[in-house]
Structure formats: structure tokens, C-alpha cells
């Protein structure tokens, strides 16, 4: 008990004299001690649905995208805020049919992912994707010209709040 009390004590006090020295020594450290691969935080990735207003989506957005403002939700079938939103985006879609141009990335299990990403890089937004897939519920309304986002709501059914968006960017077409 005693000895291996004292391996874990120094297991430890390895790994925080490596994350204080060099953050990659740490973690080779940590690898070599568990016998697997570091993982990265998954955490680390996630922002602020709300501090992304005015961003880019990271690059041009694909040809067919061009013209028209781009709602894009990021969806889940076992999303509480998925199922939440869906009625409000059904009437977004009837009542903007042909003026707006709707993307669904949906991201309920690996196989919806990776078609999701697919789908992404072909229209342009790879970049948004990979920032934005772990924030199922959330409803992104891009300028197609400038590529910035225009608006993003997560888990909000309040229509007002996007048709407010929607009708100002198809006025300043």
C-alpha cells in the first residue's frame, strides 16, 4: 500500500514539475507514465456562442451560398435544445423559402459528423464547423458576402430575434 502510495505521489509531482517546465513535457510525461496518449481538453474548444458576433466564419463561403443569407444550425437528434428550436426553424424556413438559404450540420453520432464536415468544407465552412460543432441548439445567421456572423442564438425559439437579422441583411441586398 505504502509503495504504491508513494509511486503515485511521485507520478504526480513529475507531472506538475513537467507542466510547470515545458506544457508538452507534461503531457509525454503523463503518456509515458499511463501508457496512452494525452488527450487535449476537450473544454478548450468550446466558445462563447455570443462573443462570436461580427467573427467570419473563417473563409469564403462556396458559390452556391453567395447571395442569399445563410442560417446554419448546428443539430443533434439527442439535443434537448435541438428539439426546442425545430418549430421556430420550420416557420424561419417557410416564411424566408427561396430568400434565405438554410445549412443543417448535423452532428448526432460520427457517421452525421463526418457528413456534416464534408458538407461544411464544400460550402465554406470548415472553419465555423470545427469551432461551432459542439454547440448543438444553436442557430448561426451568416452574411454571405462578408462571410461575418450576422447573429447566434443557442437554444432560442424566440422567431423575432431572427427575423429581425434576416430581414435587415435582405434589405441591404
Given at each position: 500500500m505504502?509503495v504504491?502510495?508513494l509511486a503515485l505521489?511521485?507520478?504526480v509531482?513529475?507531472?506538475?514539475?513537467?507542466?510547470?517546465?515545458?506544457?508538452?513535457?507534461?503531457?509525454r510525461i503523463l503518456?509515458e507514465v499511463?501508457?496512452?496518449?494525452a488527450?487535449a481538453?476537450?473544454c478548450?474548444?468550446?466558445?462563447n456562442?455570443c462573443?462570436?458576433?461580427g467573427?467570419?466564419?473563417?473563409?469564403?463561403l462556396a458559390?452556391?451560398?453567395?447571395?442569399?443569407?445563410?442560417?446554419?444550425?448546428?443539430?443533434a437528434s439527442?439535443?434537448?435544445?435541438?428539439?426546442?428550436?425545430?418549430?421556430?426553424?420550420s416557420q424561419?424556413?417557410?416564411q424566408?423559402?427561396?430568400k434565405?438559404?438554410f445549412?443543417v450540420?448535423d452532428?448526432s453520432?460520427?457517421?452525421t459528423?463526418a457528413k456534416?464536415?464534408?458538407?461544411?468544407?464544400?460550402?465554406?465552412?470548415?472553419?465555423?464547423?470545427t469551432a461551432?460543432?459542439?454547440?448543438?441548439?444553436?442557430?448561426?445567421?451568416v452574411?454571405p458576402?462578408?462571410g461575418?456572423i450576422?447573429?447566434?442564438?443557442?437554444?432560442?425559439?424566440?422567431?423575432?430575434?431572427?427575423?429581425?437579422?434576416?430581414?435587415s441583411a435582405l434589405?441591404k441586398?
Amino acid at each position: 500500500m505504502n509503495v504504491k502510495y508513494l509511486a503515485l505521489l511521485a507520478t504526480v509531482s513529475l507531472l506538475s514539475i513537467g507542466t510547470f517546465a515545458k506544457p508538452e513535457a507534461g503531457s509525454r510525461i503523463l503518456s509515458e507514465v499511463i501508457g496512452t496518449q494525452a488527450l487535449a481538453n476537450p473544454c478548450a474548444s468550446k466558445a462563447n456562442p455570443c462573443a462570436a458576433k461580427g467573427k467570419t466564419v473563417g473563409g469564403p463561403l462556396a458559390q452556391k451560398l453567395r447571395g442569399k443569407p445563410v442560417v446554419v444550425d448546428i443539430y443533434a437528434s439527442w439535443c434537448p435544445a435541438c428539439k426546442n428550436i425545430a418549430p421556430t426553424l420550420s416557420q424561419l424556413k417557410q416564411q424566408y423559402a427561396g430568400k434565405v438559404h438554410f445549412v443543417v450540420l448535423d452532428v448526432s453520432n460520427r457517421a452525421t459528423t463526418a457528413k456534416s464536415e464534408a458538407r461544411a468544407k464544400e460550402l465554406g465552412l470548415s472553419q465555423f464547423f470545427t469551432a461551432h460543432k459542439t454547440q448543438t441548439g444553436s442557430l448561426t445567421i451568416v452574411d454571405p458576402a462578408t462571410g461575418k456572423i450576422l447573429a447566434q442564438h443557442r437554444n432560442n425559439p424566440n422567431k423575432p430575434d431572427y427575423t429581425k437579422v434576416l430581414d435587415s441583411a435582405l434589405a441591404k441586398k
